[in-house]
């Protein structure tokens, strides 16, 4: 992005009118894509209890992936535990998102 002059706000700018970007960069630390598979369980599962809509939609797209979105652990099973009251840990230490240009 920086070879074609585009800023980091400009670069989120054209994420969020693509739909890209996390719902949870209104109200939470984490930022980054909402279909990133660096996320935490504890993201995926606010992910899955505040915008199921965006958890259904990554559900949706894991029968287009030969891999699993977690190791040894697809979104089949990943929605599975969640429906079926399980709620993985909050990691304690919140870690601030880096800028893509530092």
Same mark, same amino acid.
């Given at each position: 992005?920086? %070879? ?7 670069? @989120? ?5 693509? %739909?890209?970007?996390? #719902? !949870? +960069? ?13 996320? &935490?369980?504890?993201? =995926?599962?606010?992910?899955?209890k505040?915008?199921?809509? +965006?958890?259904?939609? =990554?559900?949706? @797209?894991?029968? %287009?992936?030969?891999? #699993?979105?977690?190791?040894? /652990?697809?979104?089949? !099973?990943? !929605? ?5 009251? /399980?709620?993985? !840990?909050?990691?304690?230490? /919140?870690?601030?998102?880096l &800028? @893509?240009?530092d």
């Amino acid at each position: 992005m920086e %070879d074609f002059g585009i800023t980091e706000l400009e670069a @989120m700018e054209m994420c969020r009118q693509e %739909d890209l970007l996390s #719902p !949870k +960069y209104e109200n939470s630390f984490r930022a980054g894509c909402w279909f990133c598979i660096k996320q &935490s369980m504890w993201d =995926l599962y606010c992910l899955y209890k505040d915008y199921p809509k +965006y958890f259904q939609m =990554l559900v949706d @797209m894991q029968k %287009d992936s030969f891999n #699993p979105f977690k190791p040894n /652990k697809d979104l089949y !099973k990943i !929605k599975k535990e969640f429906d079926s009251g /399980k709620i993985p !840990k909050n990691r304690s230490v /919140k870690i601030q998102q880096l &800028s @893509m240009f530092d």
